[in-house]
């Protein structure tokens, strides 16, 4: 716009994209438009990219004038994530900031302030800097959690992590509050238990004091030499006490999957499924747009996201350890992960992600994996195929399967066109390795 070009995906005006389903008409109706935010229609009016807080500057770079105005600007560029709350929906980024807007027409209605209230008291010389774009509701309720950052001032070297019930577009309740003396958390998604959250804060810091003089968010990430650790902060009327626990590792995080606990006694642990990286993904080429035009930069390599799975022990003699493992297929990068709704919070076996390098190689090979965590890595035997038909391949394959993760064995049929399963019968014995196998038809 205006001769200035975005240079990180994460800049562009938000634009809406609308897809209603008429079952009546059988139709799929279509809309798209830009969101109608300050910041685009600051910009608009002056025919150039206007004022506010980027992740990366422009090229050409917009005047100091311009950039000197980064925290008081609209900085509504709300194009992450919508929330129906109360009635009312809500668009969301990881700023304080959040938008109302009507469903049917999209039109922006402006920025939601919350009220103030005894039940959600404000600190003395804290202010609120960063949000998450990722409300989860509490297991078992309808109420999502919702979190803020604020930074004290004037000094902005310490942080307090806010906790929060939103009950309504503008009404909150604080839940629980997390003094963080050693850095300023950025935290896009977080986990949801019963009785707690689970916090993951990252090896790095949001310095927003040079924000004051323009500098944009990919330069106020200070990273640190330190592993990732995961906070378990109680909620009001949980019953729990805090704790921490070192990941064994530098973790960086964008979407939680889902978190759980599981086991008794001893045995109790904490489940937390989310898609990291070991480098920041907020300094990588999958955000960076000349990076993503140019093939051999974008299949160099970058962030490299996968999902993992992190156990947490919390009792027993092996309390405070934590056990990481690879969910998502190897060399293949995965996020934005979805699950069934109605098991999060709880044991769930079925996620859904985004797939790139799907082919092991090209960053730009994509796909929609499905990735079932309770049946494990299949080990199969030598298939054995069976004709039925004229056509050559046209028939059906006999193999059996070992689940690496329960140790047990089926046999299955597959149809040989397809690979789908038409038949799958366990078997009461363990088959870990097999040579080769023959088809005798009766009498044979």
Known sequence: ??????????????????????????????????MQTG????????????????????????????????????NDNAFVNTISVGGQHVALTDSPDRLAF???????????????????PRRALYLETLGSAHPVPRPGSQTP?????????????????????????????????????????????????????????????????????????????????????????????????????????????????NTYEEGEGDAATLVFDACVSHLNPFHSTAIAIAAQRNKTRRDAGGAMMHARRFVIRIAGPRRGEVVSSLLSRAGREADFPQIDSRYRGRKHCIYWAVLWRADGVAYGAMAIDRTDVCRGEPFPSEPTFLASGEEEGQGALLVTVLNGTSGRSSFLTLDATTMQPTLEVPLPVRIPFTTHGQWYPPGG
Not at 102 to 120: E, N, P, Q
């Open 1 to 34: 716009m205006g001769g200035r070009d975005f240079t990180c995906a994460l800049d562009a005006f938000g634009k809406w994209h609308k897809f209603e389903l008429d079952s009546d008409r059988g139709a799929i109706c279509f809309t798209a438009e830009f």
């Open 39 to 74: 910041f685009f229609n600051e910009s608009t009016k002056a025919g150039t990219v206007g004022a506010g807080m980027l992740f990366s500057e422009t090229v050409p770079p917009r005047p100091l004038a311009v950039r000197l105005r980064a925290m008081t600007a609209p």
């Open 102 to 120: 009507s469903l049917s027409s999209l039109a922006v209605r402006g920025k939601l302030r919350f009220d103030s209230s005894a039940r959600y």
């Open 145 to 257: 959690l919702g979190l803020s950052i604020a930074v004290r001032t004037p000094f902005m070297d310490q942080s307090e992590v806010s906790v929060y019930a939103w009950s309504g577009p503008t009404t909150r309740e604080l839940l629980a509050r997390l003094p963080v003396k050693d850095r300023v958390p950025y935290l896009h998604s977080f986990g949801v238990l019963r009785r707690a959250v689970l916090l993951p804060l990252q090896p790095l810091s949001v310095d927003m004091r040079p924000a004051l003089f323009g500098t944009p968010l990919q330069g106020l990430m200070r990273e640190l030499s330190v592993n990732t650790t995961f906070v378990v902060l109680p909620l009001a009327g949980g019953g729990t006490t805090l704790r921490t626990f070192n990941a064994g590792g530098r973790y960086f995080f964008t979407h939680v999957i």
